[in-house]
């Protein structure tokens, strides 16, 4: 069943998003997503308006903003250094194989992460005839699945994924706000006043505390082997 539909027109111009300011450059015609990336290098760290990015990728790809949005909600909740069990990386979870398709180079960039994933559901709009439930679907599980189906695949994240994102899509205008990255994938989401949300964070300096307190007790293990060893023995550890 055709949910809604969306038209492939080529937009004028094009925002391209900093750590921290989003410039207005023009583009020709549909321009290359490499070509994009490009244009203003990677990112390894910063301030990211995710609401900018999506604008920015809506209008580049003619998609609703509040459509990504809906996606990246359920596919990470806008969490930029996520890794699924089966290695989907980044905002919109694109698997590797994809992002090397896609011409993305670091799926943790917010910005390379949410073009990426644009790209790619305009791919499955177009390629289902602007089936969106089908679209989605094929994001998910991927477009073969859906074509061997003929539909969405019975396979129960499939299957609860496309009316979750329906529901989101549906539900009013979702607020992505801010988020602080680095290249080290430490990310703390801001929300749009600027309050963080620091679950990752704190997650990231739990990660960071466990391996410094295991470093110490190494330490002083290796310390009191030594010193119960006697002045005529070997006092090297292997």
């Not at 990386?89 to 960039?109: C, E, N, R, S």
Request: with cysteine.
């Amino acid at each position: 069943m055709t949910v809604g539909t969306v038209t492939a027109e080529c937009t004028e111009t094009s925002l391209i998003s900093t750590a921290n300011a989003v410039a207005e450059l023009p583009a020709s015609g549909n321009l290359a997503f490499n070509d994009v990336l490009r244009s203003r290098g990677q990112l390894t760290s910063g301030r990211a308006d995710l609401d900018a990015i999506f604008e920015a990728a809506g209008r580049r790809y003619n998609l609703p903003p509040n459509l990504l949005k809906a996606v990246a909600k359920v596919e990470s909740d806008f969490r930029p250094h996520l890794v699924s069990r089966v290695g989907a990386q980044g905002i919109m979870q694109i698997m590797p194989a994809t992002a090397q398709y896609l011409g993305v180079t670091d799926p943790f960039d917010p910005e390379q992460s949410i073009m990426g994933g644009a790209r790619y559901l305009r791919e499955q709009i177009d390629r289902f005839n602007g089936d969106l439930e089908l679209a989605l679907a094929a994001y998910n599980a991927g477009w073969p699945a859906v074509v061997r189906h003929g539909g969405i695949p019975p396979f129960r994240e499939t299957q609860n994924y496309v009316p979750k994102v329906l529901g989101y899509y549906g539900g009013g205008e979702i607020t992505a706000g801010f988020v602080n990255f680095d290249r080290f994938g430490v990310s703390n989401r801001l929300t749009a006043n600027g309050t963080s949300s620091s679950r990752e964070a704190s997650a990231a300096s739990s990660a960071v505390l466990s391996g410094a307190l295991t470093q110490m007790l190494l330490i002083n293990i290796i310390q009191m082997q030594m010193n119960s060893s006697g002045d005529n023995k070997d006092k090297r550890v292997f």
